[in-house]
């Protein structure tokens, strides 16, 4: 749960929340669009579900008027390759905000209907903003919409004059450029969005996963209409506080980080590493000091890398550090960065997420829907006070997590305020999250727990990463889902799975 969330994209730009805003790799089919109805295509992409199906669905842009202007959602399914044992539609909410759901379900959903055994027909969609679904832009240039610069990374000496300057620059541009559609972007009309595709599949109820800012989206639809809830799975969950929502999983990142880096110290100094050539030294205990010692002195002299103009800096390199804390699997290219930059004759390699801009489109979605949702703090003297504190507490990520973002000068005020997560409706919630997650950390996920009370039961897997179901390789993480999505079967009480638990 990112915080600006395949990678979240609320991770990733705000907070680092690996869901990324990717361009959708099915689009939906063209054709008529009316509202209510799906008329299904074949949309088959190489190493996808060869009975992936898309469509197209019309929704309002403003469900407080119904008859007005509509826009497109692409949506798409995978349909149960065994009828006798289908037993329900299963919805795949993405995270971000900004991923895209129909590619989601292009990756994972021959993975879901073998794990699931045909239980389901499984479908998903791109949020408004996304992907094959109706987008808005916010005219901001390429440097605006670099990675680095929309995390809000205070200058080394701490100060964040730029951020503010940026801040104000790109939430004046949206409010200019981003019309009725950007404004529409937002949780509320995300989970008006799923009811519309519910009633316009033709089924009484949904069965769900939900990932990361998914996770929220979900929760905030079996609030709405619990009804309409049949099996639910919440996986790497936030702290749903309607007060703070984003801005409060932003904030919890700096804490996040500092209980996932030991994963990434143990890993450097394992024995194997020497023979990888990727060893970082023999103590894991000093690993996180030499690291700190290397940003610093990136602070000082930026080091040239393969990407003309564009320098490692000690923020590029932090900010490097989170997207890798995602995944164990993202542990070498980050020991190869730090060994490129510790090593004064080579010239390090930046990956695409440091160096290119996003689109117009995947910015303004992924700020559109933090903005939209929740008033933010307006004072710059707040934040300024906020970061001191957060990079004394917290150096690996060096106030970021409470820095400004355009939020603090957006234009245009909630459309809905925020929802309560209560205890109020049926027990038929599950969630997974891991101990050690980089974005959505355990603590934010045990608030969510609290929230819905008896209504949830809550598996904690002790691993680090982000995404558990399916993700992280968790044998007794993935059994527990498994289970209750196809039996209905849930722990009697909140439980824990061993590493790599069986």
């Known amino acids: 749960m990112t915080t600006y969330s395949s990678t979240p994209a609320l991770l990733l730009a705000l907070s680092a929340t690996l869901t990324g805003v990717v361009a959708p790799a099915a689009q939906a089919a063209p054709g008529t669009s009316v509202p209510g109805q799906l008329f299904w295509k074949s949309c088959a992409q190489p190493g996808g579900p060869q009975v992936q199906e898309c469509a197209e669905l019309s929704v309002p842009i403003d469900y407080r008027d119904p008859g007005g202007e509509h826009i497109k959602l692409a949506v798409s399914r995978v349909p149960s390759d065994r009828p006798e044992a289908r037993r329900g539609t299963l919805i795949v909410i993405p995270g971000g905000p900004g991923s895209s759901g129909v590619q989601r379900l292009t990756q994972k959903g021959a993975a879901l209907q073998r794990e699931l055994k045909g239980a389901y027909d499984v479908v998903s969609f791109d949020p408004r903003g996304v992907g094959g679904s109706t987008t808005a832009s916010c005219g901001l240039a390429a440097e605006d919409r670099r990675l680095p610069n929309l995390r809000s990374w205070p200058a080394a000496d701490g100060r964040i004059d730029e951020n503010v300057a940026r801040s104000r620059r790109i939430a004046e541009a949206c409010h200019r450029a981003g019309g009725p559609v950007l404004r529409s972007l937002s949780t509320a009309n995300e989970v008006r969005d799923i009811e519309s595709f519910r009633k316009a599949l033709g089924v009484a109820k949904l ?83 030499g690291f700190l010692k290397l940003a610093r002195s990136l602070d000082r002299e930026p080091k040239q890398t393969t ?24 542990f070498p290219q980050l020991a190869r960065l ?64 409470r820095n400004i973002t355009p939020c603090a000068f957006w234009k245009d005020a909630p459309a809905d305020e925020p929802t309560r997560i209560t205890d109020e409706g049926p027990s038929n919630i599950l969630m997974i999250q891991s101990l050690r997650d980089p974005s959505t950390p355990h603590f934010g996920g045990l608030r969510m727990r609290t929230a819905l ?50």
């Open 207 to 289: 069965s769900a996963v939900g990932n990361s800012y998914g996770t929220y989206v979900g929760a905030v639809y079996a609030q709405k209409y619990p009804r309409r809830t049949d099996r639910w799975v919440l996986d790497s969950s936030g702290d749903p506080n309607p007060r703070r929502v984003a801005r409060g999983w932003l904030a919890n990142t700096g804490q996040a980080v500092e209980d996932r880096f030991p994963d990434f110290a143990a890993w450097a100094v394992h024995p194997d590493r020497d023979a990888d050539g990727l060893g970082l030294g023999e103590r894991a205990k000093d690993i996180r000091p």
């Open 307 to 330: 990407t003309p103009g564009v320098p490692l800096t000690g923020n590029l390199l932090r900010q490097a550090l989170h997207v890798s804390l995602y995944s164990d699997a993202v």
């Open 338 to 401: 730090i060994r490129a930059a510790q090593d004064p004759t080579v010239r390090p390699v930046l990956s695409d997420d440091l160096v290119k801009p996003m689109s117009d489109e995947a910015a303004a979605v992924t700020m559109a829907v933090i903005c939209n949702d929740a008033r933010w703090p307006g004072r710059v003297s707040s934040y300024r006070r906020a970061v001191a504190a957060d990079r004394a507490a917290y150096p690996l990520t060096a106030g970021f997590p």
């Open 453 to 502: 009370g008896d209504r949830a039961r809550l598996v904690s897997v002790d691993q680090g990463g982000h995404s558990v179901y399916l993700g992280i390789g968790n044998v007794c993480g993935d059994r527990a889902v498994t289970a209750f999505l196809t039996t209905g079967e849930r722990p009697e009480r909140d439980t824990r799975c061993p590493a790599k638990g069986k």
